[in-house]
């Protein structure tokens, strides 16, 4: 099992960064390919990006390509997302997820941290 805790929310300008962290419990924190969720009010969540458990292989949403960075440091157990270019609609709550599966982009993964918000004003 893997415990996630996710930090660096806030709020933030339009084209402003944040950089938001989640952090792993566990000695086989590799072994887990590690994603972020995000759900804002009224709409489904959504798949954001996801990285594999060596950090060789990412997966990004359309609508974040280019503007958001996932990235990992096992030797911490923490998972970074690191988000530029900020805009309104990217106003959500982020949740870092888990799986132990070899890798994957959906929206039911194993394992789920408290969220974290981030909100972008115009």
């Known amino acids: 099992q893997v415990q996630l805790v996710e930090s660096g929310g806030g709020l933030v300008q339009a084209g402003g960064s944040l950089r938001l962290s989640c952090a792993g419990s566990?000695?086989?924190?590799?072994?887990?390919?590690i994603g972020w969720l995000r759900q804002a009010p009224g709409k489904d969540r959504e798949f954001v990006t996801a990285?594999?458990?060596?950090?060789?292989?990412?997966s990004y949403a359309g609508s974040v390509k280019g503007r958001f960075t996932i990235s990992r440091d096992n030797a911490k157990n923490t998972v970074y997302l690191q988000m530029n270019s900020l805009k309104p609609e990217d106003t959500a709550v982020y949740s870092c997820?888990?799986?132990?599966?070899?890798?994957?982009?959906?929206?039911?993964?194993?394992?789920w941290g408290q969220g974290t918000q981030v909100t972008v004003s115009s």
């Open positions: 990285i594999s458990g060596s950090g060789g292989m990412t």
């Open positions: 566990g000695r086989t924190f590799s072994n887990y390919v």
């Open positions: 997820v888990a799986s132990a599966r070899e890798f994957y982009r959906g929206t039911s993964w194993d394992y």
